[in-house]
């Protein structure tokens, strides 16, 4: 599998890259732009060590965020299951409240999980903080949909994502979303339109030239519960 080398003089390059990363060798933040409508984030590193981020790696800022900034779970239909909203006077400190206002406490954020981020305006955005994963990510799908999303903080190509599990070709695919939560492109994995297995277009064409940012989210179909999406790891 390609993986994307990932140099020594990372925390250099990354304080300095124009997405806001900043780094301390292989611990950070970073930031992914939200817009007035829906986007699809993901955080950005994992826990120390590796392991489940809590939710609160995860914050809101920009322009009138609190009360206007939300992370919702979705289940196999695509429907919400629980909604988090950022907020900055229910507590001492700015944090994510359920529906009635209360703080959230011990949920946690895996490795490749996306939320539907709904937000009020483009000058919004998610920011996550942690370590830099130096494992590929496994995410698990369903027969429905799935959020999924680039869990590192470099930029990942399409064709180095692969999918795998029964019946993988033909019936695991990712989407990108616009502001109104409508997709926009689908990449569908094939294993018979190549010479190897790989992402295609709707014409059952290769997928060339596609990237997805750091944190970016996919809207993932799947068929059946052992089928998955493997990120890889940048290589330090």
């Known amino acids: ?11 250099a390059a990354l304080a300095a890259s124009a997405d806001g990363l900043q780094s301390s060798n292989t611990v950070g933040y970073g930031q992914n732009g939200i817009r007035s409508g829906y ?12 392991t489940s981020a809590p939710l609160d790696a995860l914050s809101a800022i920009g322009d009138e965020a609190s009360d ?28 994510w ?17 996306a939320f539907w981020v ?10 996550s903080a942690g370590e830099v994963g130096v494992e590929d990510v496994v995410v698990s799908l369903r027969s429905g949909y799935t959020l999924v999303g680039n869990p590192f903080p470099v930029s ?4 180095d994502v692969v ?30 339109a190549a010479a190897e297995p790989c992402w295609v277009n709707d014409s059952y064409e290769p997928v060339e ?17 052992s089928q998955y999406v493997r990120f890889p790891a940048p290589e330090l």
């Open 68 to 95: 206007n900034v939300a992370l919702s779970t979705v289940d196999e239909f695509g429907t919400a299951i629980d909604t988090y909203t950022w907020n900055d006077w229910a507590a001492a400190t700015p944090c």
């Open 156 to 159: 990942i190509a399409l064709q």
């Open 163 to 192: 999918a795998g599990g029964d019946e993988a070709a033909d019936n695991v695919a990712l989407s990108t979303i616009d502001e109104f939560g409508t997709a926009i492109d689908t990449y569908t994995w094939n294993d018979w």
């Open 97 to 113: 409240v359920n529906d009635s206002y209360e703080p959230v406490t011990g949920v946690t954020v895996t490795p490749g999980m």
């Open 39 to 50: 986007s699809l984030v993901t955080a950005q590193f994992s826990g120390i060590g590796g």
């Open 1 to 11: 599998m390609k993986k994307i080398m990932f140099v020594a003089a990372v925390a």
């Open 209 to 225: 030239g596609v990237t997805f940012a750091p944190g970016e989210g996919l809207w993932a179909g799947g068929s059946n519960n």
């Open 118 to 127: 709904s937000g009020s305006s483009n000058s919004q955005g998610v920011q």
